[in-house]
């Protein structure tokens, strides 16, 4: 079975700062899919960034980055020149065949002015 | 762009009470999912649907049942509310590799 592990409940950093949120998972599978998903307060889960397993190249999206390392099942998000509006739960979650989505704990940012 | 939309926000339910909770989607998605959104536990998957009147069990169907009458449409039912569903149920409908979430409904059982 799938699993999506976040080690970190809680992180805070000051705008304008990098932070790297982390994410392990276990699957048995060669082709699959890792998201990183954001529920900004009282709002709706939207997708960040998408990786797919057979793509080497880490996916980017503006200041999100991935470092997708397929070896180590690793699948950390970094966000660059962090904003107010980057304050929101993060979760890591996995896709294969069947479509069903396997979610981590979740990380809560808070970004401080 | 894609729109989910989930019946109630807030909702307050008797323990015992059976409860429907609605979600409506507008982009002709075949796939549709409920989890359930606990602190520390992530979301977890309830039930799924791949079209009209099929539906799968998810990792935690105990307690639950679903319907899918009309393909925009799929529905949460708790048969006989208890206090450990209180939670957080999202709705999500996709096709291929994507997924798109309603806004949440956030059901008290007391």
């Known amino acids: 079975a799938q699993t999506v592990t976040q080690s970190q409940p809680e992180m805070s950093v000051q705008e304008a700062e990098t932070v790297t949120l982390s994410c392990t998972y276990d699957?048995?599978?060669?082709?699959?899919?890792l998201f990183w998903y954001k529920q900004p307060p009282s709002r709706q889960m939207i997708l960040v960034i998408r990786?797919?397993?057979?793509?080497?190249q880490n996916a980017t999206e503006n200041r999100f980055s991935v470092n997708f390392q397929k070896a180590a099942k690793s699948f950390s998000l970094k966000i660059s020149d962090s904003q107010l509006g980057d304050t929101a739960m993060y979760f890591c979650?996995?896709?294969?065949?069947?479509?069903?989505?396997?979610f981590g704990q979740g990380t809560r940012l808070t970004i401080n002015p | 762009d894609v729109k989910v939309t989930q019946s109630s926000r807030y909702l307050v339910k008797r323990t015992g009470e059976k409860v429907f909770l609605e979600c409506v989607q507008d982009?002709?998605?075949?796939?549709m999912f409920w989890y359930r959104q606990d602190p520390g536990l992530g979301l977890r998957l309830i039930y799924f649907?791949?079209?009209?009147?099929?539906?799968e069990k998810g990792d935690i169907p105990e307690g639950y049942s679903v319907s899918r009458e009309k393909k925009e449409r799929f529905s949460l039912i708790l048969e006989s509310a208890s206090t450990n569903q209180t939670s957080m149920y999202l709705c999500?409908?996709?096709?291929?590799?994507?997924?798109?979430f309603g806004p949440g409904t956030r059901l008290t059982v007391t």
């Open positions: 999500a409908s996709g096709q291929q590799y994507e997924q798109y």
């Open positions: 699957t048995s599978e060669n082709n699959y899919y």
């Open positions: 990786q797919e397993a057979y793509k080497q």
């Open positions: 979650a996995s896709i294969q065949g069947a479509q069903k989505l396997v």
């Open positions: 982009m002709d998605h075949e796939n």
């Open positions: 649907s791949y079209d009209v009147k099929m539906k």
